[in-house]
């Protein structure tokens, strides 16, 4: 069995639950997670996504930088975070004053804390002016 060579502490993906875990890596590569014992939230416990469901870390599919399509609707091409930011802010002021804010929807994530699904409701509520904000755990 290969020995990790270090531990990294964070924040299971998986759920706004905030469960704490330990990341066993060897050469930057994933070995195992295990659950950190010295924290209120799971006590080291885990379910079965944060404990055998990380592995999409190492996807050579995975997305690691925006893309965005250029020349009106061609293929998908890399982008620096700063072009694709203000891209989607100019298009959502866009749609806001060609079809009105009620136009646009947002769909959060249980993936996400909630305090990110706070920030996203208030995005939406308070910037854009729409109420279409839903969740996926409801659908």
Known sequence: MIKADRIVPTTCPYCGVGCQIDLHLSQDHLLRVTGRRDNQVNQGNLCVKGR???????????????????????????????????????DLRRIAEESGPESIAFLTSAKCTNEENYLLQKLARGVIGTNHVDHCARL
């Open 52 to 90: 055998f469901g990380l592995d999409f870390i190492h996807a050579p599919d995975r997305l690691r930088e925006p893309l965005l399509r250029t020349n009106g609707g061609g293929s998908l091409q890399p982008a620096a975070w700063d072009l694709a930011l203000n891209r989607t802010t100019d």
